[in-house]
């Protein structure tokens, strides 16, 4: 079976903009609508059969969205949503000295196997999250889905298509460092069960912001 994945940062919202990070639950901000609108322009084009979204607020109201421009109903799935954060960051600002030594030592340490500062989700938890959104993925019966998900598992996702289970903290970080996500960026994966290459996902664009033109 053949399929095409649309994978969706979600649209700009209160959060992005605030001084202080790592806010879990924030809705879109007036620029993020604009963005989901243009967005959800061009997905008219798109023949899409699911939407399927993150369950935190921004990225549910991007597909929703989405979904009532194109006549579709959107729903969401736990796979989808934001890394899990350490929650002793949640609030704090940016920069506060606190929130930066967290950080530090979760990213420090991110190559380390089985390494976890407190309650934050590490490598191993992202690569067997991102191994299970992909075999939902497949497994659905729909041809042509958007997804609506997050920068940072996004970036994981990707990672984990490329290199599967052998990806190593340090390789999921460089691929992290230098894949961009914009808000609204389309990213396309394809999925063919019967690749004769044994190929089975393939990275075929990525982050397309063509429509904020």
Same mark, same amino acid.
């Given at each position: 079976m053949k399929k095409t994945i649309y994978?969706?940062?979600?649209? !700009? *919202? +209160?959060?992005?903009?605030s001084e202080k990070g790592n806010v879990d639950e924030s809705p879109l901000s007036e620029n993020g &609508?604009?963005?989901?609108?243009?967005?959800?322009?061009?997905?008219?084009?798109?023949?899409?059969?699911?939407?399927i979204t993150s369950p935190l607020e921004r990225a549910?109201?991007?597909?929703?969205?989405?979904?009532?421009s194109i006549g579709l109903r959107s729903g969401s799935s736990d796979l989808l949503s934001e890394r899990r954060k350490p929650s002793a960051t949640f609030g704090q600002a940016i !920069? *506060? +000295?606190?929130?930066?030594?967290?950080?530090?030592?979760?990213?420090?340490?991110?190559?380390?196997?089985?390494? &976890?500062?407190?309650?934050?989700e590490n490598l191993e938890d992202l690569k067997e999250r991102a191994k299970k959104a992909l075999e939902h993925l497949a497994g659905r019966s729909e041809k042509t889905i958007l997804v609506v998900t997050h920068g940072i598992f996004l970036r994981v996702l990707a990672s984990y298509v490329l290199l599967g289970e052998g990806l190593t903290g340090r390789e999921c970080a460089r691929f992290m460092s230098?894949?961009?996500?914009?808000?609204?960026?389309?990213?396309?994966?394809?999925?063919?069960?019967?690749d004769k290459f044994g190929r089975t996902w393939m990275i075929s664009s990525w982050n397309d912001i063509a429509h904020l033109g």
């Open positions: 994978l969706v940062r979600h649209a !700009e *919202s +209160e959060g992005n903009l &609508r604009a963005q989901a609108g243009f967005l959800a322009k061009r997905c008219t084009n798109l023949s899409l059969d699911a939407i549910k109201e991007t597909g929703e969205i989405i979904a009532s !920069e *506060s +000295e606190e929130g930066q030594k967290i950080w530090r030592a979760v990213w420090d340490n991110f190559h380390v196997p089985g390494f &976890r500062h407190s309650d934050e230098r894949l961009g996500t914009d808000n609204t960026g389309l990213s396309v994966l394809q999925y063919d069960s019967e």
